[in-house]
């Protein structure tokens, strides 16, 4: 693949060559007839963000290596409020300190912390860039930098999902049980041995020595007779204690559901048309 990341547009390249010099850098926003290579996203204007997501300024412009056709720096205009400063402020990072973001168009800081990125000195439009001998040995932070959407611009993606059966388990209200007392009647019969007195009379002989001669006259003699009655009471007797308690009780119970699922179908187009690939 074709490493570079800028491409020349018109007679632009010979004329900033003759004034350039070796090993020197411009912004790619002076360079009239250059501009990002077909395919490669243009990353000016987008977030640049540490690793941990914080976001600390904006890619403003590129550095760009006219001879080489490679973008070497960015031109990262911080954020004031972000990182506390007092004043505008723009820093130039190499390329092999930051990565695309693959998902989104975020710029992230890999090897480089907020500490350090103020440590940094200022870079101000115009200023001459001289070309670090590091920097253009290793070609490889390029591709690093790129990562999957050097050469394509955005690389196209598409998820397959399915669905999966998330079984739980929830208590409701199934009823409720009302305990109460009621009051029965009972008929009973039971026994009860009264006792009773009754007057026994009798007559005897006379005992002897008893005087014979007696004296009529009216007597009458009351003797009181006594007798056992019935007396019926009642009273209310605990008798037994009712324990009234609630049990778990466990069973089963089947859930079907119909679950869908994604699957990619290739149709390829081409000399062998009849070809049909299928991905689950």
Excluded: C
Excluded at 63 to 81: E, F, N, S
Excluded at 179 to 207: A, G, N, Y
Aim: avoid cysteine; proline fraction near 4%.
């Amino acid at each position: 693949m074709d490493n570079r990341n800028i491409t020349n547009t018109g007679n632009d390249y010979n004329r900033t060559q003759a004034g350039l010099g070796a090993g020197t850098l411009q912004r790619l926003d002076d360079l009239d007839d250059f501009k990002v290579a077909d395919g490669d996203p243009d990353i000016r204007g987008w977030s640049v963000r540490t690793s941990d997501g914080r976001k600390i300024g904006e890619v403003d412009s590129l550095i760009v290596d006219t001879t080489a056709m490679q973008v070497r720096y960015l031109d990262i205009d911080l954020d004031r409020k972000a990182l506390d400063l007092k004043e505008d402020r723009h820093v130039l990072v190499p390329i092999g300190g930051a990565r695309l973001d693959d998902d989104k168009d975020d710029v992230l800081l890999t090897g480089i912390t907020g500490a350090e990125l103020l440590a940094m000195p200022p870079y101000r439009h115009g200023q001459p860039v001289a070309l670090n001998h590091d920097t253009r040995d290793h070609d490889v932070d390029a591709k690093k930098f790129y990562g999957n959407r050097e050469g394509s611009g955005r690389v196209e993606r598409l998820t397959l999902s399915e669905e999966e059966l998330r079984v739980g388990k929830r208590t409701r209200a199934a009823g409720e049980a009302h305990v109460h007392k009621t009051v029965e009647t009972r008929h009973v019969s039971e026994k009860v041995p009264l006792k009773h007195e009754e007057l026994v009379i009798e007559t005897r002989p006379l005992q002897p020595g008893t005087p014979a001669q007696g004296e009529i006259t009216d007597g009458e003699v009351r003797i009181p007779l006594m007798a056992e009655e019935v007396v019926v009471d009642k009273q209310a007797v605990a008798r037994e204690e009712v324990v009234i308690r609630k049990k778990v009780v466990e069973d089963e119970k089947t859930i079907e559901a119909d679950l869908r699922r994604e699957r990619l179908d290739v149709d390829r187009t081409g000399a062998d048309t009849s070809r049909r690939d299928t991905r689950h």
